[in-house]
């Protein structure tokens, strides 16, 4: 099973089927939290939490990315994990959500970033880009704070709700992110 520590008692693992019920549980506890930018929320049971399992299990079997719950000593925390890979293009797309609880510690930062650095590394992709809407500023601090470039805005990307919202755009290349790497090791 993929392991990866964050620090400070926090990692990443794969999700397996035993997670249903605990993240059925986190979702529902945030249920507030997140309903304003994730559309999935609205409709969420314990279905869809084994829906969305199995859904990242054959992610992973069918070599199209993957995604990971970020745990740490209470539990599951939130995911992260890429939509899908574009292999053609090298490119992905990053999604995550974090308890609201567990915010402000630097955790998804440190999951992100842990999946930029496999992003860029073994998978060899040359492009990875975050969409968030532009009132979810956690999320877009969270971008910022990894290198990220804001590219542009896409109206009314995303229903959630009776609300359309808009998308920030970022975009973080390859060469960016190992140049941005060289510099801070630079003494």
């Known amino acids: 099973m993929l392991r990866a520590e964050l620090g400070d008692g926090a990692f990443l693992r794969l999700l397996e089927p035993r997670d249903a019920e605990e993240l059925h549980d986190v979702v529902m506890a945030n249920r507030e939290h997140l309903a304003p930018w994730m ?9 869809a939490a084994r829906t969305f399992i199995a859904a990242t299990l054959r ?3 069918d ?11 209470r539990g599951i925390a939130g995911t992260v994990g890429v939509h899908r890979i574009n ?14 609880d567990r ?6 930062t440190r999951a992100a970033r ?15 880009s975050i969409e968030a809407a532009p009132e979810n500023t956690r999320s877009r ?22 609300r359309m919202l808009d998308h920030v755009v970022y975009g973080l290349l390859a060469e960016e992110w190992r140049a941005a790497q060289d510099d801070q090791a630079s003494p």
């Open 87 to 100: 292999w053609g293009n090298r490119s992905t797309s990053l999604g995550y959500w974090l308890a609201a």
């Open 39 to 47: 559309p999935w929320v609205a409709g969420y049971s314990l279905s």
């Open 103 to 108: 915010q402000g510690r630097g955790i998804m």
């Open 141 to 162: 601090a969270v971008a910022e704070r990894l290198g990220f470039r804001e590219e542009g805005l896409l109206r009314e990307a995303e229903r959630v709700g009776n």
């Open 59 to 61: 992610q992973l079997a």
């Open 114 to 128: 842990a999946y930029v650095e496999h992003a860029f590394g073994p998978w060899d992709l040359r492009r990875i």
């Open 63 to 73: 070599d199209d990315g993957m995604q990971t719950v970020i745990c740490d000593e």
